[in-house]
């Protein structure tokens, strides 16, 4: 793509030499000459004063770089090139002559369904989709138009997923919830008969699981996006564009609400509540029925407020010196005894 074509599909202005042909992207202090890349922050700024790259993202009036396409946001900006740029290889559309469809099954035009797939019975796959090899979905699945199943996804049966949907290989949707009843010293499985429902515009990361619910729905919303290996266990409610890093667990009935932010290897206690804006620090646990209230920031097990965290932490850094003058007092508090 030409540097002026690259603003136009931005909808932005640009200076410079705008038949510059750009063929690839790259960090700014690896550029080359056909690369694109963005000023994100001063450590970038620094890096355009010598980069060799053929085109930077950089925020208006800038006059970071010889050939600039100005934006508000250099990095999203940098995003949407990216896609450009490195367009997805899409497969043909068809059925593999491996897959196998049970009755009543419905594609919807152009929809691709990989060697080795299962498709159960009744189930609606929307128009553009693409199936990986060895996914496996059951029986009246909904699954909406343009969406991406990379290889060896599971989902259960009654499994309601939106439009745009994108699903790294190895994860589950719609397995049991762990739910069991310790019934004359036995644990007795508790049926979970409900069901999962995500909105439009999903991500969910490789080996990640999300369970149905006991009764009811497990509800995702829209836009939301979970990392690798999150668990979402049965009856949560996720709203929209909420976002979850790796290694996270919610505990059965949390609620999540919109735009809240959740960091890698977080524990969500049963029927948290974490309210909207809110942000958890990685490696912080949520006790059972806690409220992070909306806007707020919070790190540690128990987890609490970011300020009240570090003001603890500071207090343990110095007990080795507190530990040292109570020793020093108690050796003075001995002499004076003996006088």
């Given at each position: 793509?030409?540097?002026?074509?690259?603003?136009?599909?931005?909808g932005?202005?640009?200076?410079g030499?705008?038949?510059?042909?750009?063929?690839?992207a790259?960090?700014?202090?690896?550029?080359?000459?056909?690369?694109?890349?963005?000023?994100?922050?001063a450590?970038?700024?620094?890096?355009a004063?010598?980069?060799?790259?053929?085109?930077?993202?950089?925020?208006p009036g800038?006059?970071?770089?010889?050939?600039?396409?100005?934006?508000?946001?250099?990095?999203?900006?940098?995003?949407?090139c990216?896609?450009?740029?490195?367009?997805?290889?899409?497969?043909?559309?068809?059925?593999?002559?491996?897959?196998?469809?049970?009755?009543?099954?419905?594609?919807?035009?152009?929809?691709?369904?990989?060697?080795?797939?299962?498709?159960?019975?009744?189930?609606?796959?929307?128009?553009?989709?693409?199936?990986?090899?060895?996914?496996?979905?059951?029986?009246?699945?909904?699954?909406?138009?343009?969406?991406?199943l990379?290889?060896?996804?599971?989902?259960?049966?009654?499994?309601?997923?939106?439009?745009?949907?994108?699903?790294?290989?190895?994860?589950?949707?719609?397995?049991?919830?762990?739910?069991?009843?310790?019934?004359?010293?036995?644990?007795?499985?508790?049926?979970?008969?409900?069901?999962?429902?995500?909105?439009?515009?999903?991500?969910?990361?490789?080996?990640?699981?999300?369970?149905?619910?006991?009764?009811?729905?497990?509800?995702?919303?829209?836009?939301?996006?979970?990392?690798?290996?999150?668990?979402?266990?049965?009856?949560?409610?996720?709203?929209?564009?909420?976002?979850?890093?790796?290694?996270t667990?919610?505990?059965?009935?949390?609620?999540?609400?919109?735009?809240?932010?959740?960091?890698?290897?977080?524990?969500?206690?049963?029927?948290?509540?974490?309210?909207?804006?809110?942000?958890?620090?990685s490696?912080?646990?949520?006790?059972?029925?806690k409220?992070?209230?909306?806007?707020?920031?919070?790190?540690?097990?128990p987890a609490?407020?970011?300020?009240e965290?570090?003001?603890?932490?500071?207090?343990?850094?110095?007990?080795?010196?507190?530990?040292?003058e109570?020793?020093?007092?108690?050796?003075?508090?001995?002499?004076?005894?003996?006088k």
């Open positions: 793509m030409k540097v002026r074509e690259i603003a136009a599909m931005l932005a202005e640009w200076s030499d705008g038949e510059c042909e750009i063929t690839g790259a960090p700014i202090e690896e550029a080359g000459p056909a690369e694109l890349s963005f000023v994100g922050n450590k970038g700024a620094k890096a004063e010598t980069t060799a790259a053929g085109c930077l993202l950089v925020a800038s006059e970071l770089g010889r050939t600039r396409i100005y934006v508000p946001q250099p990095r999203g900006a940098f995003a949407r990216l896609m450009a740029l490195y367009p997805r290889r899409r497969a043909a559309a068809g059925v593999h002559p491996s897959a196998v469809l049970g009755e009543g099954v419905e594609l919807g035009p152009g929809v691709s369904v990989g060697p080795q797939t299962t498709i159960g019975a009744g189930t609606k796959i929307g128009a553009g989709s693409e199936i990986g090899a060895g996914c496996a979905i059951g029986a009246g699945v909904t699954l909406g138009d343009q969406a991406l990379h290889a060896r996804v599971t989902i259960y049966d009654g499994v309601t997923i939106g439009a745009r949907a994108v699903l790294h290989a190895g994860c589950v949707i719609g397995a049991d919830g762990f739910g069991f009843v310790l019934h004359e010293g036995r644990y007795q499985k508790f049926p979970q008969v409900g069901r999962v429902e995500i909105g439009d515009d999903f991500e969910l990361g490789a080996n990640a699981c999300i369970d149905r619910a006991a009764l009811g729905v497990t509800r995702i919303g829209h836009g939301v996006k979970l990392d690798n290996m999150v668990h979402i266990a049965h009856n949560c409610q996720i709203g929209n564009h909420v976002v979850i890093a790796a290694q667990g919610l505990s059965g009935g949390v609620v999540v609400e919109d735009y809240a932010i959740i960091g890698g290897q977080v524990g969500i206690g049963d029927k948290a509540r974490i309210e909207s804006k809110a942000v958890l620090g490696g912080c646990g949520v006790l059972t029925s409220i992070v209230h909306g806007n707020q920031v919070v790190w540690g097990t609490r407020p970011l300020k965290y570090l003001a603890q932490l500071a207090n343990v850094a110095r007990l080795g010196d507190l530990k040292a109570v020793k020093e007092l108690r050796v003075r508090v001995e002499e004076l005894c003996k």
